[in-house]
């Protein structure tokens, strides 16, 4: 069974597929997919070896949590392995993944926000940011503080910075995602941006009156 190759304990970053070495550089994705289609389980596991880290990536900036984005990589990639048959090759795989995960870690967002006493601990943690601050500017580690603030963005903004700015990926790639106009995508970046700028140089004010 597919979740054989799946659900498996994770190693550092992403999920283990026990049995599969090396990725054949000389397969692309769409002979691994006529191959997955067809019932290739291994094939498959190629496919989730060879994507699961930027997958778990882009989830992981999603929930700011490593359990859960364990948890919604594997249920993303079972959907896809799933609903494999209703992918028609209009868009890369890659990018129908991306959406498919993407979803999946709206609804786990979602979930959250159904669970008050989820809510309260997220709440709580939040006391504990001064120490955390102080802990990344000790360690001179800027991109951490900027991730921090890029965390605490309302979702539609900091998507839009994850798939741009961290994913690297084009606007086109992000309006199949997203599932909305490439105008729509870069108003939110422009909007996300400047919150982004405020929010660090009211950071740095803070710091520097507290120095």
């Not at 209703?86 to 129908?96: I, L």
């Not at 809510?119 to 504990?128: H, K, L, N, S």
Request: include cysteine.
């Amino acid at each position: 069974m597919m979740s054989e190759y799946l659900l498996q304990p994770p190693h550092s970053m992403g999920i283990s597929l026990p049995g599969i070495n090396s990725t054949p550089a000389e397969q692309d994705d769409a002979e691994l997919v006529m191959s997955s289609k067809a019932g290739n389980q291994d094939a498959f596991a190629i496919l989730v070896q060879r994507h699961q880290r930027r997958v778990f990536n882009l989830v992981y900036r999603m929930l700011q949590n490593y359990d859960e984005a364990n948890e919604v990589t594997q249920d993303a990639f079972l959907a896809a392995w799933q609903g494999l048959h209703s992918f028609r090759g209009d868009a890369r795989f890659s990018t129908w993944l991306h959406r498919i995960a993407y979803n999946c870690a709206l609804k786990q967002i979602e979930q959250r926000k159904k669970d008050a006493a989820l809510q309260v601990a997220i709440q709580a943690e939040a006391v504990d940011s001064d120490e955390r601050i102080g802990a990344e500017l000790e360690a001179h580690d800027r991109q951490a503080v900027v991730r921090e603030h890029i965390s605490t963005l309302p979702a539609k903004y900091r998507i839009v910075l994850v798939l741009r700015h961290l994913q690297e990926m084009t606007y086109e790639e992000m309006a199949e995602i997203l599932t909305m106009p490439i105008g729509t995508i870069k108003t939110h970046l422009f909007r996300a941006r400047n919150l982004l700028k405020e929010r660090l140089e009211a950071f740095d004010q803070e710091w520097k009156t507290r120095g």
